[in-house]
C-alpha cells in the first residue's frame, strides 16, 4: 500500500500524528467593528470631579431697539447664565490567565497581552456606544453612575426642540434639511457639521437624487452609490455611520434614530483615561483590570438635534 499524506490526517480534521508539523498564522482575525467615529472625532478635555457642570446663557430676542431723543436710562431685567451638569461613568474590564497559559508557547504573543489589548478595544466600544446611546444616572452605593448619551441629551430639550420624536415618518431629504432649519429657525449660534446615521439611512442619504451629479467615465464600468457629504442652505454635513444609532428591525419600519452635532459645543471628558493595571496574583494566575472614567460634556443640549422613529426610504429610483 502506498503512503499517502492522507494517512497523517484523520478525515477532514488537523494533523493527528505522524510527522507532518502545523502551520499556523500568527494573526487574529477579529470581525467585529472597532469604527469610534464620535470618539475620534470630538476633543477630549482633562476632568476632576465626578460631577462636571457647564454654564450657558442666552440673548434676548432681536428687535428695533428704537428710543426717543433724550430718553431716560432705565433699569432692564438681566439674566444669570444657567447650570447644567453630567455625571462621569466608569467603564471597567477584567481578566485572568493561568500560568499554564504564559508558559506554554504560543505563535503569535504573550496570551496576558493579547487577552488585556483585546479587552481594552472592548471597553473602547463601549464607551462609543454610551456616547450615543448612554441614559442619565445619578448613581447611588449599590446603583452605578451614567451619563446621558446624544440622544437623551437631544430627547430632553427644554422648550422649541430641535430633536423630533417621529411616529413613522419616512426619511426623505427634505425631512433631512427641514430638521436642519430648525436649528436656524431659532436663531441659534448652532452649525452642525457632522451626522450620525445607522446603515439604513446612510443608504437613504447615499440614494438623494436632488442635484447630484456623479461623473463616472464610462469605460471604468463603475456604479457609484454613496454620498458622504451633503450641503444645502444650511451648512455642509459630513455623513457617518455608526452602529449605535438606534435602527429598526428591517427597512420598511420605523425606529432608526439621526443626530446632528456641531463638535464645537460637544467634548469627551475624562477623570480617568483607559488604564491597565496588572492585579497582584491570585493562586497560579495573573490578573488585570482596565479602568476608564468618563463622561460626554455639552455646552447647551440644543448644539446638536435630529430625531428617532424613522422610516428608511430605499429604492427611490
Known sequence: MA????????????PQGGTIPEMVFAEV??????????????STAGLNTLYPELL?????TRGHNAFIEGVVATDQALTQPTRHFTHVQSFAKWGYVSDEQRLVRHINEDPFVYQSRKKMMELL??????????SSATGATSAARQFNGLLNVFSGQSGTATYTSSSGTTFTEEVLVDLLQAFGDQNLDVRPTQVYVNSWLKRTISEFSTRVTRNVDAAARRQEL????????FGDLDVMYSEDQL?????????????????????????????????????????FQINAQVTLLYDHEKGGGGGEGFVPYIGQA
Not at 450657558?56 to 434676548?60: A, G
Open 125 to 134: 466600544n463601549d464607551v462609543e456606544h454610551t456616547l450615543h446611546r448612554g
Open 29 to 42: 482575525t477579529n470581525l467585529v467593528s472597532r469604527r469610534r467615529p464620535l470618539m475620534s472625532s470630538l
Open 226 to 233: 454613496i454620498i458622504e457629504r451633503h450641503a444645502s442652505d
Open 56 to 60: 450657558s446663557d442666552s440673548l434676548s
Open 247 to 287: 435602527k429598526s428591525a428591517t427597512k420598511t419600519t420605523q425606529g432608526n434614530s439621526i443626530c446632528f452635532v456641531d463638535p464645537g459645543y460637544f467634548r469627551v471628558g475624562w477623570l480617568r483615561p483607559p488604564t491597565i493595571e496588572q492585579l497582584p496574583r491570585d493562586g497560579l494566575r495573573d490578573r
Open 3 to 14: 503512503l499517502v499524506t492522507w494517512d497523517e490526517f484523520t478525515a477532514g480534521a488537523r
